[in-house]
């Protein structure tokens, strides 16, 4: 890879990331879900081939920049998805009793 592809790659994925805070924002778990396998490959693209670039001190700071945006994104995005999350865990929680409570009682 060269510097550019590089930096081509970091600023794809902190895009990315931009959009799946709006995608949380608006509650689209298919589409939060779609940008995720994105990032993925994005960071497939640098593992392994991002080693050998050398990036002079602008470029570190252009990368370390966009670093810093995903990480701003990450936390928003965790923000947004963690109540649901529970909310989620909550449902699945009380399927799991009403259950196990007609299992040992009945169906009513």
Known sequence: ????????AYAA??????KMVAAATMSDWDGL???EA?????????RGNEEAVLLD???RQQKLGLI???LDDDRQI????MPWMAQ?????????????LAAAYGAV
């Open 1 to 8: 890879m060269t510097n550019v592809e590089v930096l081509t």
């Open 13 to 18: 994925m902190a895009a990315l990331t931009h």
């Open 33 to 35: 879900e779609v940008l």
């Open 38 to 46: 994105q990032v993925a490959a994005q960071v497939a693209l640098l």
């Open 57 to 59: 001190a602008g470029e």
């Open 68 to 70: 810093k945006q995903m």
């Open 78 to 81: 965790r923000d947004l998805t």
């Open 88 to 100: 989620l865990s909550k449902l699945i929680n009380n399927t799991g009793t009403e259950r196990r």
